[in-house]
């Protein structure tokens, strides 16, 4: 069974551009949610996927934004990055909304 | 009504000694309550989750206490050992399915 897996692992961006992260969910899942990680914070929660449809929305501003595939995987869009959003960003994904199983984390740096 | 308040920030033990690390919520609504461990560099892996209807759980060396009274729970670490080093979360969520709310974290470190 595969679990969790993200890519890129880390990323450099500069002020103003747009990135794309992206999420494999474990194999079964149908659900993945993303969570942004600053040093020394704990997670908090950007959106949630479930069958292919934004199920649930943290306090994140529009031009953070996602989509779920037909095979349940997920991208993270970021536009206009600022520094502030230099993070662990971090995938999870679950079952019907049940357990969360979390991924490595994409590194994102914003200079 | 959103947060969840985790203590210590910091937690520095003696092999096999009990680290106890504390969580406190304000939603009553909240319906799942799981702890999570993270190594430097990695993603948080679930250790074990506790549900309202129950005071206590364990899981090999690892013990939630759930206070629903008091809305407190708490994670036990029987018998701490070295690789027990690393940052630990409390979370919490609402319904199934919902998003998970994090505490601030713990570090722990487990000395020799």
């Known amino acids: 069974e595969t679990g969790v897996t993200q890519s890129p692992t880390h990323l450099i961006k500069t002020r103003g551009q747009q990135v794309t992260l992206r999420c494999s969910s474990q194999s079964g899942h149908n659900t993945v949610s993303w969570y942004q990680q600053a040093l020394g914070q704990g997670p908090q929660f950007i959106f949630q996927y479930y069958r292919e449809e934004e199920n649930g929305r943290g306090n994140f501003p529009p031009r953070f934004s996602g989509l779920q595939f037909p095979n349940y995987s997920s991208e993270l869009n970021v536009n206009a990055l600022e520094l502030d959003d230099s993070a662990l960003y971090l995938c999870?994904?679950?079952?019907?909304?049940?357990?969360?199983?979390f991924g490595p984390g994409t590194r994102l740096t914003v200079l | 009504q959103q947060q969840v308040k985790q203590s210590p920030q910091s937690l520095i033990v003696q092999k096999g000694g009990i680290p106890i690390i504390n969580c406190a919520y304000e939603?009553?609504?909240?319906?799942?309550f799981p702890w999570y461990q993270q190594f430097p560099g990695k993603g948080p892996a679930l250790l074990i989750a506790i549900r309202p209807d129950v005071s206590e759980k364990k899981e090999g060396r690892f013990t939630i206490s759930f206070n629903k009274s008091a809305k407190q729970f708490s994670l036990h670490i029987m018998d701490s050992q070295p690789g027990d080093s690393a940052t630990y979360f409390c979370a919490a969520r609402r319904n199934q399915g919902g998003k998970l709310i994090f505490g601030q974290g713990t570090e722990l470190s487990v000395k020799p």
């Open positions: 939603n009553t609504a909240f319906d799942y």
């Open positions: 999870a994904s679950s079952f019907d909304r049940s357990e969360q199983f």
